[in-house]
């Protein structure tokens, strides 16, 4: 479809499951919504495609691929902008890495990752790649704050049918371990930019031996812009983890929780340090035969055992090496995939959740269940999954029946916090100093600093500060309870407070502000008494929340409504997360039944409608979006939702249920009587042929699946594969 100047919706292209969904899903989506005129384009934000547009100087014509992510930055500062945007793989290394060659082995010639550039051809092409990696698509796309919640149906039907949740007792071994100090908390300055110091910035490294480097120039901060920084000290991290490692219980399991993806130059970092201290004399024995194979135990252990196969030395060695340290956490105990083996593989805000929900458990090596130690270095976050912990331990697991729902309303916008941070993140050479130097002169932060520690400045603009509290104060009314998540004594959220503090008297409105422990225990207190409440958090808090109390009310993230308030009046619709998304595309490969849940596209899609229907005067719209809303309610209630295992309901079928229910609803509706007359045979028709659909959309379950690629699959392969129902396709079209 051509690009038009203002499509009524832009749908993205992301990828693994939700990708793979989209291509069952989105052409009922077309063909619904050209029923009542509307336009639909998609935008390519995939890894895959988000590489394949940085290098068109490498590519044949036919191969290039246009930046959509950079074109829905400017779409999404547009007051008509409406986007649904599913979830994208922000990437890791060795994710990049993976796509790099599964592009090149499809016959595209881009050029290899440069890990040490010896020219500057190779500095740029390590730059382009460098764009691409970690949190690149959110900070572009989120030009608003987030406001995230359970759908009624949703939360309805958790209630009326509770998930599995695991028992605990109160002498569970299983904890949080966070760095006695010296870590990102301790260290942070942060300070409120004034009208006399607005303008540009630099950071600068001053070397003990007198050299200086001018780590990142260029920077420029707005009056009223709260700006950090902080390091995080590489050797009191090292002997934090030597410690935890040496103060193992047995039969507990080791574990470290961080989010590579986001914190893209931070935490491979410190994932890396976790790898070298529990391999410290297999790399001490071994280092030169690791230089010289060019591993960094950055990559992790997966990547060690690939560069050492058929080396029958070191493979014995570093069996026996693994052996002698405490049992890890495993993220697949069968294929013998461990919490250090790649460090986007165990994602903070998806495993905490998943070893609270689960009674304070984890899988070890042996298969076998087991307590968990969980080290989160950094105290910035840390104590929320500590006092969680806490809390299950004194009062037992949640009743999700009766607890009341957690929604957040996150401040994001504009690149606000950690997740902004990438560009001003630094791995310190030498010992010195970093400062931030105003061109007034003003020195803004200063840290004395020494080689190998993690250095960073990030920052949170006025405007989006402002907005963030309103909407707090809005969505605390329209819910009840509510708490701002700011510690006093943390410095950044001692700067926020001083926004905070004279909005709400300005509003007349008293909501607590409270450190994030104390914030903690007061959410679950309220929500384990059956009320409502909602978490009015930062950036980074906002991610872990949305996970966690999601997978303890729910079962599942990928189920909460998303909404984000563009600041220029637009929206932007996010579906869930894709945390699972990789083990869900395995299963489809290798069995051919696809469980990811689009539940959380049906209620972006049914919001985004009725955004469209207020935003832009359409009336149809309105009756589509009222429509996907009875039509959710009824995939729930009659329990056509994906389920785990081949022979059961997938996300094909699930979809076929939610077009039926769709079509049915548009066909009863009385505000549109040629809409109901349009959709009255399409609904009859899908119920006539239920059977044969149904049959033909199952038909090849628990055979292998092609669909030509995991980062970049082939598109008539994956169509034919998620779309296997002639009959329903062509009822759809």
């Known amino acids: 479809m051509a690009k038009s100047e203002t499509p009524d919706i832009i749908y993205t292209q992301v990828d693994e499951a939700p990708e793979l969904a989209s291509h069952s899903l989105l052409p009922i989506i077309r063909s619904f919504a050209t029923a009542a005129d509307l336009t639909i384009e998609m935008r390519n934000i995939s890894l895959a495609g988000r590489v394949l547009s940085q290098f068109p100087d490498y590519l044949t014509d036919a191969q290039k691929v246009n930046d959509d992510l950079a074109e829905l930055g400017k779409i999404v500062k547009q007051p008509e902008a409406n986007v649904i945007k599913l979830p994208n793989i922000s990437a890791s290394q060795p994710q990049l890495d993976a796509t790099i060659k599964e592009l090149q082995g499809q016959g595209y010639k881009i050029p290899d990752y440069p890990y040490e550039p010896a020219s500057d051809e190779e500095k740029d092409i390590k730059a382009r790649y460098d764009a691409v990696k970690g949190s690149a698509v959110n900070p572009v796309l989120r030009e608003g704050n987030s406001d995230r919640r359970a759908a009624k149906a949703v939360k309805n039907y958790a209630k009326a049918n509770p998930h599995s949740m695991g028992d605990w007792s109160s002498d569970s071994p299983t904890h949080v371990a966070s760095m006695p100090g010296d870590d990102f908390f301790a260290n942070e300055k942060s ?41 995080m000290s590489a050797a009191s991290l090292r002997a934090f983890i030597k410690s935890e490692i040496e103060s193992m219980e047995p039969g507990v399991l080791f ?39 060019g591993w960094t135990p950055n990559a992790g252990i997966g990547s060690l055992e690939s560069k050492i196969a058929g080396n029958g030395e070191l493979e014995a060695d570093l069996k026996e090496a693994l052996a002698k340290r405490p049992p890890m956490y495993m993220v697949d105990s069968d294929k013998g995939i461990s919490n250090l083996h790649v460090p986007s593989d165990v994602i903070i805000d998806a495993s905490m959740p998943a070893v609270i929900r689960a009674g304070g458990i984890g899988w070890g090596p042996d298969g076998k269940a087991a307590p968990t130690k969980c080290c989160i270095p950094d105290n910035s976050y840390a104590p929320v999954y500590d006092e969680t912990i806490n809390y299950f331990k004194e009062n037992g697991k949640l009743d999700v029946t009766t607890c009341g729902a957690v929604s957040n309303v ?109 914030a903690t225990r007061f959410t679950l207190e309220t929500m384990v008494a059956g009320e409502d409440c909602v978490t009015i958090t930062g950036n980074v808090l906002r991610d872990y929340l949305t996970d966690l109390f999601p997978i303890l009310e729910l079962g599942t993230s990928a189920k909460m409504l998303s909404i984000v308030k563009l600041m220029n009046g637009g929206g932007l ?12 595309v395995q299963q489809l490969v290798e069995e051919n039944h696809l469980r990811w849940d689009s539940l959380g596209e049906f209620c972006a899609l049914g919001e985004s409608l009725k955004f469209l229907s207020d935003a832009r005067g359409n009336a149809r719209a309105k009756v589509l979006g009222e429509a996907v809303e009875d039509a959710t309610q009824k995939v729930l209630e009659n329990g056509n939702s994906p389920e785990r295992k081949v022979g059961q309901n997938d996300n094909r079928t699930s979809h076929y249920w939610f077009a039926r229910y769709w079509a049915e609803a548009l066909a009863a509706q009385g505000d549109d009587a040629a809409l109901a007359e349009h959709f009255k045979p399409i609904a009859a028709a899908m119920a006539e042929k239920q059977d044969v659909i149904v049959e033909e959309l199952m038909a090849d379950q628990g055979k292998p699946a092609d669909i030509g690629g995991y980062y970049h699959p082939d598109e008539e392969k994956t169509s034919s594969v998620m779309r296997p129902s002639a009959t329903l396709n062509a009822i759809i079209a």
């Open 410 to 518: 996150g401040l994001m916008a504009q690149k606000a916090e950690e997740y902004g941070s990438h560009p001003t993140t630094f791995e310190i050479p030498a010992s010195g100093k970093v400062r931030i130097v105003l061109d007034n002169g003003d020195i803004l932060h200063e840290h004395s600093v020494e080689k190998g520690d993690i250095w960073r400045s990030a920052t949170a603009k006025k405007a989006p500060i402002l907005d963030w509290i309103q909407l707090g104060i809005t969505r605390t009314k329209a819910t009840g309870k509510a708490a701002f998540w700011l510690d006093e004594n943390r410095a950044h959220d001692a700067e926020l407070i001083k926004y905070v503090e004279p909005a709400l008297k300005e509003a007349g409105i008293e909501i607590p502000i409270m450190a994030p422990r104390e």
């Open 191 to 231: 300070a409120t930019i004034t009208a006399e110091q607005a303008g540009g910035a630099k950071i600068v490294f001053l070397a003990d031996d007198g050299n200086q480097k001018t780590l990142k120039d260029g920077l420029s901060y707005e009056e009223g812009t709260v700006v950090d920084a902080t390091y």
């Open 255 to 293: 574990s470290v929780h961080l989010k590579a993806t986001m914190m893209k130059v931070s935490d491979p970092i410190i994932f890396g340090h976790f790898v070298s201290v529990y391999l410290e004399d297999f790399i001490s024995k071994h280092r030169a035969k690791l230089d010289e194979l």
């Open 573 to 584: 619709f996010e579906t869930g997360a894709g945390g699972s998304a990789p083990k869900h």
